[in-house]
């Protein structure tokens, strides 16, 4: 319990929660962090202050990129366990700059992978998304489907880290959980996320984009609940399936110490509900703007999620009201409204 946990993306939206359920565990913390300006640095400037209040907490700016840096900071805290939220993020930010994706998402990550195989990690939970499902129709989602048709440059960057991962536990025995997050939401949130983004536009009197004419399905699952499945996941280290077989492989699990699960709520929303409970939550009515489908994007998510609940007796089931009112009250609270 006094060995630190590296939790890399700290000021970011998952990272900052995950860290603070360690910190309240009673976990000692360093966060790591490029503090980049992909979106308002202010926001995550204010987590950050957060963090900082905890005196088992320790904040080290640095770029994954930068190999150097990172193998330093590696060789000095000798992490043995470690948390990887820090990514290059967006669909659609994608399409427009794909080689921050190459950077952030794979560069950074062989990173983190060198200084895990060099300093004795014994367990590395790193994020991945349930873009990767991609051109997959069969609903929901389980992650014993093969995921090879990405539509989107990200989507294909976090199935790359999933078999970069795996390259690592089969050849140096790391134990390695990649987790599938399905539409995170919740307090303090990205600008960038559909629900930040309609929040703004609805108190704002600005149009919301309703991509697909609204006829969109996704699986909100709410930050308290995925910041739970990681820490419960991080001390329950994969220890390879002794009955994988390499004629009928099962995409989520292998010989090697390293195992997949989807992250989600198990119950896709309707978007257009989802608009609904803001207008609510707001007391106004979001002037909508229906529009065709976005290049990259996918009509419905919906995460099979029976794996997580088997091995760790938690499946996330915060339901979209109560979490709507959550998040809707931090907005305005953070926002002075």
């Known amino acids: ?62 770029d994954l990129t930068d190999r150097t840096a990172t193998k330093v900071l590696f060789d000095r805290h000798r992490f043995p366990l ?19 994706y190459v950077d952030a998402n794979l560069e950074g990550f062989v990173n983190v992978l060198e200084g895990c195989r060099h300093n004795g990690c014994k367990h590395l939970v790193f994020a991945s998304s349930s873009s990767v499902y991609g051109a997959n129709t069969k609903l929901p989602f389980s992650v014993q489907d093969n995921v090879d ?3 989107s440059l990200y989507a294909a960057s976090k199935k790359a880290n999933e078999l970069m991962a795996h390259a690592y536990s089969h050849l140096y025995q790391i134990p390695a959980t990649g987790l599938r997050f399905f539409t995170v939401y919740g307090p303090w949130s990205r600008p960038d996320m559909a629900m930040f983004i309609f929040a703004k536009a609805i ?32 001390d329950r280290p994969p220890r390879g399936n002794p009955d994988w077989r390499g004629d009928e492989p099962d995409p989520a699990s292998s010989r090697a110490p390293w195992k997949i699960y989807n992250i989600g709520n198990n119950k896709p929303e309707e978007l257009m509900h989802v608009v609904s409970l803001l207008e609510k939550e707001f007391g106004r009515t979001a002037n909508k ?49």
């Open 149 to 151: 048709h990405p539509v």
């Open 203 to 234: 108190l704002g009197g600005q149009p919301i984009k309703l991509f697909n004419h609204g006829n969109m399905r996704r699986d909100f699952t709410y930050i308290d609940d995925v910041s739970q499945a990681v820490v419960r996941l991080l």
């Open 82 to 100: 470690v948390v990887h939220l820090a990514a290059q993020a967006g669909v659609r930010y994608s399409l427009e700059h794909p080689h921050a």
């Open 1 to 62: 319990m006094h060995e630190a946990v590296l939790v890399t993306g700290a000021a970011g939206f998952i990272g900052f929660h995950v860290a603070q359920r360690l910190l309240a565990a009673g976990r000692e913390v360093v966060g790591l962090d490029s503090l980049n300006s992909y979106y308002d640095p202010k926001l995550k400037d204010a987590r950050l202050d957060i963090l900082n209040r905890e005196p088992n907490f320790s904040f080290a700016k640095l």
């Open 289 to 337: 703007e229906m529009l065709p489908m976005q290049p990259g994007d996918v009509p419905a998510t919906y995460a099979d999620v029976e794996d997580l609940a088997r091995d760790i007796g938690f499946r996330p089931a915060t339901t979209i009201e109560d979490g709507i009112a959550r998040f809707a009250k931090w907005y305005r609270e953070y926002h002075k409204i």
